[in-house]
Structures are given as C-alpha cells and as structure tokens.
C-alpha cells in the first residue's frame, strides 16, 4: 500500500455567527477553516493534506508531518517585525501568527519542505527577521474574480520556481501587503512586473514561496508547486 505523504494546513478560527448557514445557537462556538482548494490541489499531486487545528502545540503537530502548507489570510502583526500599523484593511490575528510562525521554526529544525502561499509567504519572511510592505494597493485584486491574471511574474535562473513555471507566468493577485526587506536564508526568485518580491527560497532549505494564489487557478489539480511540495515531502 501506497503511503501519502502528510501535508499539514494550518487554518483561521472565526466565530460561528460569522459563518453563513450555521444555526444561530451556535454563534458563540468558534470554527476552524481554510480555503478548500488547497486540500484539493495537494490531494490532485498525490498528498494527503491534514488539519492543523490552532490549539495544539505546532511541535508536536510538526512531529507527525511529511511537509507544511502555510496558505493565504489576514495581515501579520506588524511588531512581530518592528513596525507600527499602518492599515486596518485585514487586522491581525495575533494568536494565528504565534501558531504559524510555531510550526515554521519547527519545520526548519526538522528540515521539512514547506510552501507559504501569499500571507504564507509573509510569515516565512517575518520568521527569518524580514519586513513587510503594509499596503500595496495595486496588488489587492478584490474586486475581480479570484483567478483573473492580473499581471506577470518573472523567474530568476537557478531557482525552482524557474525549474516548474520556466521563464515567466502570469498570475492572480490577491494581497495587499508584500515582502520588503527580505529576511536571512532567503531569496528573491520571482518578481512583479513592478519590482515586489512575488517569490521566495530558502537558500538551503526544501522552502518556497510564492504571493500569488495558484490554489484558486483553474490549473490547481495541475500546478507543479503542488507538486513539488508532495514529491520533497515523499523524499523525506
């Protein structure tokens, strides 16, 4: 019997009152989720994505896993790296960013091949002392559909993200903050058209970033940073 590598997916909790459909005695209870779409690209690679719920211990949880997934949401509490707010567009999720940047340091210790995805990518960022851009408008394609491709990102030579997509890829755009300052074992390899860093390796670690969605693209079941993720977990 075949034996799936375990991808784990941290999510965000929200209140039930906050959740369409849910009966109103239950508004109080909280909900953990995240966007299907990345269970469903991991399972379409070959992985078996897992649950990460928040109120675990992110090492102990990082024991039991072939590989990480930290996937989009809410803006990172900016004195997490050294600054003050400067938008309210997406508050901070305090407790979020203490589990996810748990399960980070733990994957590095373990040397874990992880993917952050957008806020994913942000966290990794932060994690190795990075800083952030707070608002980049031109970026936070909202008002569209989420698979619109709203501009190119450029792959730097050498890097894995050039190994899957080649040269260049035209990508969503879901986020209003980006990667300023980059932090330490990191590096740019895919840029916007207008200079933001829209990916991120490890210089000798299994880790890639990207800032676009490629979970909510119609190529997901398809996409080889899915891929990638679950055959370096296999490897481990």
């Known amino acids: 019997m075949t034996v799936l590598p375990l991808i784990g ?18 508004g109080a209870a909280q909900v953990e989720m995240y966007m299907s779409a990345y269970a469903q690209a991991l399972i379409a690679a070959g992985g078996l994505p897992v649950h990460l ?19 989009g949401g809410t803006d990172i509490e900016p004195s997490l790296y050294g600054a003050e707010t400067e938008t309210d567009v997406f508050p901070p999720e305090p407790e979020r960013d203490d589990f996810e940047l748990g399960l980070y340091k733990g994957a590095v210790d373990r040397r874990l091949p992880v993917l952050g995805v957008c806020r994913g990518q ?36 050498g890097s894995t993200l050039r190994d899957l997509y080649g040269p260049s890829l035209r990508v969503n755009s879901l986020h209003h903050q980006a990667v300023d300052a980059v932090g330490e074992g990191l590096r740019v390899t895919a840029w916007a058209d207008d200079g933001l860093a829209e990916g991120l390796e490890h ?25 990638w993720l679950v055959a370096a977990a296999s490897d481990g």
């Open 9 to 26: 997916i941290p999510g965000r909790v929200k209140a039930g009152s906050d959740v369409a459909g849910i009966p109103v005695n239950f």
């Open 53 to 71: 719920p928040i109120d675990a211990d992110p090492l102990l949880l990082i024991e039991r896993l072939d590989g990480l997934l930290l996937p």
């Open 122 to 157: 942000q966290i990794v960022n932060v994690a190795a002392g990075g800083t952030l851009h707070q608002d980049v408008p031109p970026h936070s394609g909202f008002d569209v559909a989420v698979d619109t491709e709203l501009h190119e990102v450029t792959f730097e030579p």
């Open 203 to 227: 210089t000798s670690l299994p880790i890639v970033c990207v800032q676009w969605h490629p979970e909510m693209m119609p190529t997901r079941h398809t996409d080889p940073i899915f891929s």
